[in-house]
């Protein structure tokens, strides 16, 4: 297994994430269909919310990826700062897009979660509304990086964002237990769940397969960013030479 340091010579990168990037992609997408399937016609509806729990196949696993692409920002952010690794602030930027995709996704799916349970679309609640701000967050970050590389600048100033950013993450987490919340608080443990086992048991399929989902559309945008950076790198040495 090729060591953190040993991925940072982007040729070695690309040689694994090529054959790696449609294992991930097919696998994440047999997956979601599979737990997808599984939920719409193989799980009892709830006694309480009916028809409408399915939604948890999707909304769970993008909640969970919006706040992980963002913990993939911070530690990427971390290793550029640190250790200056080269490949870092591409991973960071590579992750921002899906990453703000997925929470999007969340908060949509949340939304039409929440309008036969709730009885309404959107509610200031302390969850919902810390997620909408990692969405604004992960939108500054993108701009951001924008802006510092039309400057030319050295990436510092976005991978502090980018750890700066990284406060929302346990508001989110821990919003439902410190504020009196419309939201539901954790059925989901690692040792127990409050939602029955014949509903839940579909859920760590569509988990995974949006994981390595999410996984090899970061691994697609990092050869993305990392073939736009040769070219630039290609042109700037014929337009000197």
């Not at 939304?111 to 969850?127: A, C, F, K, L």
């Not at 443990?189 to 397969?209: D, E, N, Q, R, V």
Request: glycine share 10%; hydrophobic share 55%.
């Amino acid at each position: 297994m090729p060591s953190l340091h040993a991925l940072a010579n982007p040729a070695r990168f690309l040689r694994i994430a090529r054959p790696l990037t449609p294992v991930l992609f097919w696998s994440g997408v047999a997956l979601v269909l599979f737990g997808a399937g599984a939920g719409l016609f193989r799980t009892p509806p709830d006694y309480l919310q009916g028809e409408t729990v399915r939604i948890l196949y999707i909304h769970v696993p993008t909640s969970w990826l919006g706040m992980g692409g963002w913990s993939g920002i911070a530690i990427s952010s971390i290793a550029y700062l640190v250790w200056r690794h080269p490949l870092a602030m591409i991973a960071a930027r590579a992750i921002a897009l899906p990453g703000a995709l997925f929470a999007a996704l969340s908060l949509a799916t949340g939304s039409i979660w929440g309008r036969p349970t709730w009885g309404t679309w959107w509610q200031w609640d302390g969850r919902l509304t810390s997620m909408l701000l990692l969405f604004f967050v992960y939108l500054g970050f993108m701009a951001l990086n924008r802006a510092d590389a039309d400057r030319g600048g050295d990436g510092r100033i976005p991978a502090i964002y980018g750890i700066a950013g990284s406060v929302l993450l346990p508001i989110i987490r821990y919003s439902v237990v410190w504020w009196n919340t419309l939201h539901q608080g954790q059925s989901i443990g690692l040792t127990k769940s409050s939602i029955a086992g014949s509903l839940l048991w579909p859920l760590p399929f569509t988990l995974l397969g949006f994981t390595l989902f999410f996984a090899a559309i970061v691994l697609m945008r990092m050869r993305a960013l990392l073939g736009a950076a040769r070219a630039e790198a290609r042109m700037r040495r014929m337009a000197t030479a």
